[in-house]
Each structure stands twice: as C-alpha cells, then as structure tokens.
C-alpha cells in the first residue's frame, strides 16, 4: 500500500515558524513532481509550492519568500519551511505527490491525510 503521511502541523502565533514534513512509503518504483497544498475553510484547495525530482521549484505568490520546499529523494521525503507566518496561512495542508508504483507504466496522483496549520493573530 503506497501511502503519504504528514507530521508538522499544529498552532503558532503571527510572526512564527512551523516545519511540514511529508514521507512516501510503499512500493514505490519513481517519485516524480512532490508539493503541497493547502485548503482553507469554505476555499478550494490551492497549490503552495511543488518540486520536481530535480530540485526545480515553484510556490504561490502568496507565500514567495517565506515558505521554502526541499525534497529528500533518499528518504522520499518532502519538506515545507514555514516562516512569517499570518493568520490567512491558516488551512490544512496536503501533502501530494505523483508516484510510479513498482508494475506500473503510469504515475498515479497521491494525496496524504492532511495536517491543520494555524496561525493565530
């Protein structure tokens, strides 16, 4: 069972720090595009930043210089340094990644369960 499994989150105040961590475990061949989003109350849910498994990244404008993503390819692993915080980062956060399971020809989308960030003012 390939699966995504989050830890990091939890509450700070305006100003602070946290640090999303996101691992991939299973029989996993290839691990392709990892990002994370992020769903607000009553809001779609949005791309924060993603990273290919080069190491090329991309994040929201809402978030560019203050949050920074990294990936272990190793530990298959995916990080998302949060810092300045503000109370609109407040959201569950998804970690997500496109992943080649061992058999396959194709990537699959996979999502984790989520882990809640607030921030409060």
């Known amino acids: 069972q390939v699966q995504l499994v989050e830890s990091g989150g939890g509450l700070v105040q305006a100003g602070g720090s946290l640090r999303l961590s996101c691992a991939a475990s299973?029989?996993?061949?290839?691990?392709?595009?990892m990002g994370w989003y992020r769903q607000a109350p009553g809001k779609q849910r949005e791309l924060v930043a993603g990273i290919t498994s080069g190491g090329s990244t991309n994040y929201a404008d809402s978030v560019k210089g203050r949050f920074t993503i990294s990936r272990d390819n190793a530990k298959k692993a995916v990080y998302l340094q949060m810092n300045s915080l503000k109370p609109e980062d407040t959201a569950v956060y998804y970690c997500?990644?496109?992943?080649?399971?061992?058999?396959?020809?194709?990537?699959?989308?996979?999502w984790g369960q989520g882990t809640q960030v607030t921030v409060s003012s």
């Open positions: 299973g029989s996993i061949f290839s691990i392709n595009v």
């Open positions: 997500n990644a496109q992943m080649k399971i061992s058999g396959s020809y194709y990537y699959g989308n996979y």
